[in-house]
């Protein structure tokens, strides 16, 4: 019996019962959509982390105080670190409070407030959409003028072209809207960056009820001097603060490295436990054609009898067991494309399946059809046509 | 009558069951020339299954050799008798033994297939052979789609196809009504009129008595050997042959 029959054969086998084949081949389905999904997810989350990294601004370093390290930087450390560290171009202290809510006439909506200096603007390579930015005098004159993110204004029922001028109230005090930020899109933690309301840190001492900024930032004229700053940074904060690791110190590269090697680790985490599902589906198949050479037994005789040689019976039933966990594969690999395709439309990230796992998913789930079918195939093979006639 | 179809000499068959051993046959000789028709009867027990597996190339006999068609059996491993089947034998079982999934054509293809011959011509031999047994307007029809006599004949129809040089029935009425059931064996004198070596397995003394001569089998042994007269086959052909008595 050539090829071509023992597929006729197998396919003829699996259409008899269409259910019971898709829920032999289920695990199979579902751990190879598991693969391409993980995958594609990992893949589309270090992208979308790269991006937002790099729109953190350009050759930063910022520096914070460990969690429970008890450090309290203050505001003028930025331009006396500026003085100190060779290659840094400009330094600014950030002031992070928790949200608060934002009113215009009967609009409100909540915001995170920031205070930041006049250098914010470029530092952070962010752009006006309208109105200027905060300026030195107002950072000395502790002026009460905010510069909003999109949503904010949006949030509020206002324009770019009708906020500049109006009077907000933020955390229950009057601000002067004096300009309107273009969207900054997602932050390195995927939170969204305009839903922000920026004032002078002078200002913002008052509102945030904090006198130390809880980062500072500092700019670095070329990208290949952040290490070297970040060092710098370190042995300073170390000397100042005398406990291990009482200051974090990162360049954007760090950064991003950190947070990439933390995505890769997750994506292969989740990838093995698909691959082990994987396995669950193989044992499956094998199970069902253990049935199946049982219920078969007499038809196993019968071609026996008639001349099928061993490897024509072992074909037949490996044929099937590798086109039962093959067609799941593909099924699999439709199924978490389409997945993967609705979750990036619902996540609004554009996620892509990745050729490689879909590759890699479809041959492990053949490999397994053939690990797994191996031993019913034999099984069947081995069957002695007598026995199997008189089965009934 | 030519050179023999079958050809056993001192064949005996044991089984071990444990720390007992068991003779199913004990030094049979058998001669079936091409174009004979016969019957093996005997009770259950009798060894008369095993004799069939024997003749059939199912089974190796423990002691004693087999020419089949001029070809010696003896030994081959399991692959080669299974060739031997497919080129030398044809068989009729007692439930079909049709794969539901197939139609009538594809049944009877199935051994062609396992030859390894091509789809047309093994096509063009299964049609001569369903029209041989009348079954030519049924070709497409599933098992479960014809008549019990009706799946018998597509049965005949599978071991006629490869052309081999024994028809080997084992019971080939046991399932079949007296009426189907005589139809086949009519089928089987009218094979065997036109040259086909037949043999039929049964216990059934009516059956046998379609048949040229009638061996029975007892204890292992052939324990007798009576021709048919021509009248007498004719007689049966008339005759209900018992069918559901198994």
Known sequence: MNLWESLRMAVLAIRTSVLRSFLTALGIIIGVATVIIVVALGQGARAAVAQRVESLGTNLVIAFPSPGSGVQFTAGMARSLKGRVPDVTAAMPVFSGRGAAVVWHTQNTQASLQGVSPQWLSMRGAHLAAGSFITSQQLAGRSRVAVVGQTVLTNLGLSPATAVGRQIFVGGTAFTIEGVL?????????????????????????????????????????????????????????????????????????????????????????????????????????????VSVVERTREIGLRKAIGARRRDVLRQFLIEAVLLSGGGGMIGVAFGALATHLGGLLLKTPMAVSPVSAAVGLSFALAVGVVFGMWPAAQASRLDPIMALRRD | ???????????????????????????????????????????????????????????????????????????????????????????????????????????????????????????ALACQALADVGLEDRMHHLPAQLSGGQQQRVAVARALAGRPSLLLADEPTGNLDSRAGRDVLALFQGLNDEGMTVVVVTHDPLVARHCRRILSVADGLIAGCAEVAAGERLLAAAAAPGGDRA
């Open chain 1, 182 to 290: 273009q969207p900054l899109g997602a932050g390195v933690g995927g939170q969204s960056q305009d839903s922000i309301v920026l004032m002078p840190y002078t200002t913002s001492q008052d509102i945030l009820h904090t006198a130390y900024p809880s980062e500072l930032y500092f700019q670095v004229a070329q990208a290949k001097d952040a290490a070297l700053v970040v060092g710098t940074l370190d042995m300073i904060f170390s000397h100042t603060y005398p406990r291990p690791n009482a200051v974090n110190v990162a360049s954007q590269d760090q950064l991003l490295s950190t947070l990439s090697s933390v995505n890769r680790t997750l994506t292969l985490t989740l990838g093995s436990v698909a691959a082990v599902s994987l396995l669950v589906g193989g044992i499956g198949i094998m199970n069902i054609m253990l």
């Open chain 2, 1 to 123: 009558m030519t050179a023999p179809v079958v050809e056993l000499r001192g064949v005996a068959k044991t089984y071990r069951m444990g720390s007992v051993t068991v003779s199913a046959l004990r030094d049979v000789d058998l001669d079936v020339a091409a174009g004979d028709m016969v019957a093996i009867t005997g009770p259950s027990g009798s060894g008369k299954s095993t004799l069939m597996n024997i003749v059939g190339c199912l089974d190796r006999p423990s002691q004693g050799s087999y020419v089949l068609a001029g070809r010696c059996v003896d030994g081959l491993a399991d692959d080669a008798l299974a060739e031997t089947r497919n080129r030398s034998i044809g068989f009729v079982f007692q439930s079909f033994h049709l794969l539901s999934r197939l139609s009538a054509l594809e049944n009877v293809e199935l051994p062609l297939v396992y030859r390894g011959m091509g789809v047309r011509r093994r096509r």
